[in-house]
C-alpha cells in the first residue's frame, strides 16, 4: 500500500530534549515535505525537499532541522524543543512536479507534539 | 502573513444543502489550487484542484469556482451528507527557485446535519 508513514503518532516530551521525528515514504516521490497544523492557523510548511540532499526553509523553519539522505526518509529533528513547538505534525510527499496535473501531496496521518 | 485567506471558520449545513467555503489570494504567481479535505485523526487529502486557466471544475458534487480577475476561488459542496463533515482547507502553490511551495488556509470545519 502507497503511503507516507510517520513516528511516533504521539510524543510528551520536555523543553531542551532533542527528539527526532521519521518520515517514510514508499512511493519513490522526489519531493517531501514537512508541515505543523495548529488551531486558526492552518497547516504552515515547516521545511521541504526537491531531492536527495536538497532542501530549503518553508514558512516557519525557525527551531528545526531536516536531512534527506536517503529518498524516503526525511525526518524532522526538533534539537532544543520549546512548548511553542507543541503542534500536530504532517509529513507529506509527492511526485517531482508535485502540483501540477494529477500529481498528489499524500500526507501522513501526522504526529501530535507535546513540549511542556 | 497568510498568503491565503480562507471564510468562514466553521459551518454548520443541512443534509441536502449546499456547502461554501471561500478563499481569497493576492499573489498572482501562484498556479495550482487544490482544496484538501481532512477527517478527524487523519492527515489532509487532495478533494480536488484546479488550474487559474478554467473558470469552473467539477467532480461529482463538488465544485471549484475560480475568479481569476478577483483573486478568488470558492469550494461548492452539492447535496452535503453527514460524510462531508470534515475541515477543508483550500491551498495555493508556486514554482519558486528552489522548487514547489504551496500554502494553505486557516481552514473550515464543516458540519453536516441529519
Known amino acids: 500500500e502507497a503511503q507516507v508513514t510517520q513516528n511516533p503518532r504521539y510524543l510528551i516530551t520536555v523543553t531542551g530534549k532533542k527528539l527526532t521525528v521519521t518520515c517514510s515514504q514508499n512511493m519513490n516521490h522526489e519531493y517531501m515535505s514537512w508541515y505543523r497544523q495548529d488551531p486558526g492557523l492552518g497547516l504552515r510548511q515547516i521545511y521541504y525537499s526537491m531531492n536527495v540532499e536538497v532542501t530549503d526553509k518553508g514558512d516557519v523553519p525557525e527551531g528545526y532541522k531536516v536531512s534527506r539522505k536517503e529518498k524516503r526518509n526525511f525526518p524532522l529533528i526538533l534539537e532544543s524543543p520549546s512548548p511553542n513547538q507543541t503542534s500536530l505534525y504532517f509529513c507529506?510527499?509527492?511526485?517531482?512536479?508535485?502540483?501540477?496535473?494529477?500529481?498528489?501531496?499524500?500526507f501522513g496521518a501526522g504526529s501530535r507534539l507535546t513540549v511542556l | 502573513q497568510q498568503q491565503v485567506k480562507q471564510s468562514p471558520q466553521s459551518l454548520i449545513v443541512q443534509k441536502g444543502g449546499i456547502s461554501i467555503i471561500n478563499c481569497a489570494y493576492e499573489n498572482t504567481a501562484f498556479d495550482y489550487f487544490p482544496w484538501y479535505q481532512q477527517f478527524p485523526g487523519k492527515g489532509p487529502a487532495l478533494l480536488i484542484a484546479?488550474?487559474?486557466?478554467?473558470s469552473e471544475k467539477k467532480e461529482g458534487r463538488f465544485t471549484i469556482s475560480f475568479n481569476k480577475s478577483a483573486k478568488q476561488f470558492s469550494l461548492h459542496i452539492m447535496d452535503s451528507q453527514p460524510g462531508d463533515s470534515a475541515t477543508y482547507f483550500c491551498?495555493?502553490?508556486?514554482?519558486?527557485?528552489?522548487?514547489?511551495?504551496?500554502?494553505f488556509g486557516t481552514g473550515t470545519q464543516l458540519k453536516v446535519e441529519l
Open positions: 507529506a510527499s509527492g511526485l517531482g512536479r508535485v502540483f501540477s496535473g494529477a500529481n498528489v501531496l499524500t
Open positions: 484546479i488550474r487559474p486557466d478554467v
Open positions: 491551498a495555493a502553490s508556486w514554482l519558486t527557485g528552489g522548487g514547489n511551495k504551496l500554502t
